[in-house]
């Protein structure tokens, strides 16, 4: 399996601050993507990053790509209580257009007054 | 949620009974996932389908089948539940072929006694 590890596995912050949160995976990839999910809720998509991309931000968020260390981080600038969630990597493997997903156990992010 | 519901939401069942979980979405993709998630483990994928009667298997699919008579409709049967299948259940679709996206459903929580 080449599912991914997150790292950390809960992180605490007060509201203003940032968060950093880090992916790592095993095998090649397509693209990773990041999701989001609150509590008793189904994931919502927040950004995909490409294999041949180093950067992408998307408002507050902002991803990076190391293929040569097989590691993404999500950085999420000036946090504010509704980030707070659990955060997952989900890899993207090249297996024609069925595009499975493997899923990292994520970060659980909560974001204080 | 793309039009994407889940039913059962909740259910409770006993060791040994056939249980089976309705994914419905509204506008024909052809795409469509299970998976289950469970503490510690983040995602894993069951089973998906790419169309009408053409499903295959994913990472852990001991236990389960699917079938995908219309293009609304995915099912996952658990043909005789054990308590190891007690988990939260999500389907999910993507919505056209070059697009890696996957949108998400609700969930089911599935507890066996």
């Known amino acids: 399996s080449q599912q991914g590890e997150e790292d950390p596995q809960a992180l605490s912050i007060q509201e203003g601050e940032n968060a950093t949160m880090n992916c790592s995976y095993k095998?090649?990839?397509?693209?990773l993507q990041w999701y989001r999910q609150n509590s008793g809720r189904g994931l919502v998509h927040l950004i995909l990053i490409r294999s041949n991309e180093r950067e992408k931000h998307s408002g507050r968020l902002r991803v990076t790509l190391d293929t040569s260390k097989k590691s993404s981080s999500l950085l999420i600038t000036a946090s504010r209580a509704a980030d707070t969630a659990s955060y997952f990597c989900?890899?993207?493997?090249?297996?024609?257009?069925?595009?499975?997903?493997?899923f990292g156990t994520g970060t659980r992010l909560q974001v204080t007054l | 949620d793309a039009g994407i519901t889940q039913s059962p939401r909740h259910k409770v069942t006993e060791t040994g009974t056939p249980v089976t979980l309705r994914c419905h979405q509204t506008?024909?993709?052809?795409?469509m996932y299970w998976y289950r998630q469970d503490p510690g483990h983040g995602l894993r994928l069951i089973h998906y389908s790419y169309g009408v009667k053409d499903t295959d298997k994913g990472e852990v699919s001991d236990g389960y089948s699917v079938s995908r008579s219309k293009t609304e409709d995915f099912l996952l049967t658990l043909e005789s539940a054990t308590s190891s299948q007690t988990s939260v259940y999500f389907c999910?679709?993507?919505?056209?072929?070059?697009?890696?996206?996957?949108?998400f459903g609700p969930g089911t929580r599935l507890l066996v006694l």
């Open positions: 095998t090649s990839i397509n693209n």
């Open positions: 999910a679709i993507k919505e056209v072929d070059n697009q890696e996206t996957q949108y």
């Open positions: 506008e024909n993709h052809r795409y």
């Open positions: 989900a890899t993207a493997a090249n297996t024609g257009t069925a595009s499975k997903l493997t």
